[in-house]
């Protein structure tokens, strides 16, 4: 062999060991490929229970019976599922709600549910809990946001509630006559909604005029105290009254005894909510009809809080049925009232 020959060769063989030396000749021993259940259980996360479940109630406050027994139905719900409920009373203050969500991200709850105490104001925070993964779910009272903010509203159709107010007032007043309004939480949803179905349906040819409107903040103090004032400036040209619920109703009919009318004759009267004070108030012949407002929230909201957790698709509203009762069905229905 020429030298030339056998240094090419050499060159050869010393390249040859380099390569092998970093691995490169050597091909790819085969992944080995995990089945496909595997997979798939390796990438989705598990279903969520309700024992698994933490979250984030930031309630409005106590300012009705309404309000009362819909703390009770979420409570009692949580505990009944084993759902973690961290829950807090704002006492009707939208600052201490702000401040409550803020703390359930910060808690890193799963869900935040929030019933409005007005309807503006709530930007901010809910695309805080949004950045945060956290899904809001509004119940009871909705918010003027846009809709990619909250996963569903669960409550009732205020408006709807206002109508039929209305249509019982034209009812009772066929002939029209002079309302007076004991208007909800001022900027709350109830109050605006209920304002303007009760409008929608008593607008037009029905004679009704609404001669005064003023907040009683969803309250029977205020409502009694509102009413006084009422009776004051119209006294006996008040033919009847409509309150956006039954608390205030019911301390309107204590100012209208204390001025020397029978409330449900003397001044008709038709309210919201339904609760058992109302029912109590139509046997005693004080109140003409209340329109149901159904506060027994907690089991819908603890099956959409789970399903939305686990990534099931909700309806964006999830409205709540109720009827109109009058004074001829109280007695038999009052045993049966929950609320
Ligand atoms: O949002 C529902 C309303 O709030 C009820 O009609 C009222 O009683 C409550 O306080």
């Not at 309404?66 to 409920?85: F, M, Q």
């Not at 703390?103 to 309807?119: K, L, M, N, T």
């Not at 925070?125 to 909250?150: M, S, T, W």
Request: glycine fraction near 8%; hydrophobic fraction near 45%; include cysteine.
């Amino acid at each position: 062999m020429k030298l030339s020959r056998f240094l090419l060769l050499i060159a050869v063989l010393i390249a040859a060991l380099a390569v092998a030396a970093c691995g490169g000749a050597a091909p790819a021993a085969p992944k080995e490929e995990a089945a496909p259940q595997e997979e798939a259980a390796a990438e989705a996360p598990a279903e969520k229970t309700y024992e698994d479940l933490v979250v984030g109630y930031a309630q409005i406050g106590a300012e009705s019976e309404w309000r009362t027994a819909n703390t009770a139905s979420i409570k009692e719900e949580a505990e009944k599922l084993g759902v973690e409920l961290k829950f807090s009373d704002a006492q009707q203050k939208q600052e201490n709600q702000i401040k409550a969500i803020r703390s359930f991200i910060a808690q890193q709850v799963d869900v935040i549910g929030v019933s409005p105490v007005v309807e503006t104001g709530w930007e901010t925070v809910f695309q805080e809990a949004k950045d945060a993964g956290i899904p809001v779910i509004l119940v009871d009272r909705r918010a003027d946001v846009p809709e990619e903010l909250y996963v569903t509203y669960l409550g009732s159709d205020f408006v709807e509630e206002g109508r039929k107010a209305g249509d019982v007032m034209m009812d009772l007043l066929p002939e029209g006559g002079n309302v007076v309004e004991l208007v909800g939480t001022v900027g709350s949803a109830p109050a605006n909604d209920r304002a303007k179905g009760f409008r929608e349906a008593v607008e037009g040819e029905s004679g009704i005029e609404i001669i005064a409107s003023q907040s009683g903040d969803f309250t029977r103090a205020k409502g009694k105290e509102v009413m006084e004032a009422f009776l004051k400036t119209h006294g006996e040209d008040i033919d009847a009254l409509y309150a956006h619920n039954d608390d205030m109703a019911i301390g309107a009919i204590q100012a209208i005894e204390e001025y020397g009318l029978k409330p449900g004759e003397d001044i008709l009267i038709v309210s919201i909510d339904a609760v058992r004070g109302a029912f109590e108030a139509m046997i005693a012949g004080k109140l003409n009809c209340t329109v149901e407002c159904n506060p027994l929230l907690g089991p819908q909201f603890y099956d959409l809080a789970l399903k939305v957790v686990n990534g099931e698709t909700v309806d964006k509203w999830v409205p709540s049925e109720e009827s109109v009762y009058f004074p001829e069905q109280a007695e038999a229905l009052l045993p049966e009232r929950k609320y």
